[in-house]
């Protein structure tokens, strides 16, 4: 009988693992709802993985975890040494990293969310009253009508040379988003010259508001990758402005390496001087397999 093929563990499912035991497992000495977790397993990563398999990787941290009264199970405990030491604190406390992360995670799928309360009220009292919002409404929002009409009113300004520190995160208007300066899009619009960056012989049609073109500002590295920069995401040199079939075929097209090596060419340098630059094939992988991209984590 043919052995049944076995599902390679990637990072990114080790540090969901990692959260897990931190935040579920270990205070309670004990996993509980493991059907539930299973099920939101599979809505983020799809691989209909076993909750007999997740439970036995968040035991393999009890050995490598130094605050532990017992040894766990050996079975990759190099991988979960690696994880654990890029995203724990030396006093082996979660990092920032971490818990964004498990955040990420949970606001992916829809449902009821009851089972991470205690996580909520513990390390993020902000998002408590919001446990319980669909998927839709943590998606960045790029064409709200509300950023959109502060952005229109908005001349451009010159720039600071200082570097800007990542912004917070704000609820505002049930989404949950890091705040974006709309400052930053009037001037990314201006410096565009009101032209898609892919390709300026891109016609759009005309806002009824100031019968300028209509075009949308797009974050090259997206925003939702900031828990990975110590600096701001949401800066002129990482702002790109794009007609609306360019922009959408980024989010959900083929073959749009080329587009976005363009872009990326187009603003490295200046990314660099801000200090988040990214080598092209991370960029590339965080739209093309978001949930499995883990970059550097700048502390």
């Known amino acids: ?8 563990w990637t990072d990114s499912e080790r540090v969901i693992a990692l959260a897990y035991y931190v935040f579920l497992y270990k205070p309670k000495g004990k996993l ?4 539930k977790i299973e099920k939101n397993w599979d809505l983020f990563f799809k691989n209909k993985r076993t909750k007999g398999s997740i439970k036995l990787r968040m035991e ?3 050995s490598v ?3 532990g009264k017992r040894k766990g199970l050996d079975g990759g405990d190099h991988d979960c040494k690696r994880i654990w030491n890029m995203y724990m604190n030396k006093d082996n406390t979660p990092s920032q990293a ?4 498990f955040i990420d995670y949970i606001y992916s799928f829809s449902g009821d969310k009851t089972l991470y309360y205690d996580f909520f ?3 993020c009292d902000n998002y408590s009253s919001m446990i319980n919002l669909s998927k839709d409404y943590q998606k960045e ?3 709200n009508s509300e950023f959109q009409m502060k952005v229109m009113s908005l001349k451009p300004k010159p720039e600071s040379n200082e570097l800007i520190l990542a912004p917070s995160i704000t609820n505002e208007n049930k989404y949950l988003q890091y705040r974006r300066n709309p400052q930053i899009a009037a001037n990314a619009l201006a410096n565009a010259k009101d032209m898609c960056e892919i390709d300026n012989s891109h016609i759009t049609f005309k806002r009824k508001s100031n019968s300028r073109p209509y075009l949308e500002v797009h974050h090259l590295i997206p925003l939702s990758f900031q828990k990975y920069f110590k600096y701001s995401l949401d800066v002129t040199c990482n702002v790109v402005v794009l007609c609306s079939n360019c922009h959408n075929k980024l989010h959900f097209g083929l073959n749009i390496e080329n587009d976005l090596r363009k872009l990326y060419n187009l603003r490295i340098a200046g990314m660099k001087k801000n200090h988040i630059d990214i080598p092209f094939e991370s960029l590339l992988k965080c739209y093309q397999d978001p949930n499995n991209c883990i970059l550097p984590y700048k502390k």
């Not at 009988?1 to 390679?8: F, L, P, W």
């Not at 971490?98 to 992360?101: C, F, P, Q």
């Open 65 to 67: 975890d130094p605050t």
């Open 121 to 123: 009220s513990k390390y």
């Open 1 to 8: 009988m043919a052995k049944s093929k076995r599902i390679k």
């Open 60 to 62: 393999n941290y009890i």
């Open 98 to 101: 971490l818990i964004d992360y």
């Open 32 to 35: 509980m709802q493991v059907e």
């Open 141 to 143: 929002v790029i064409e």
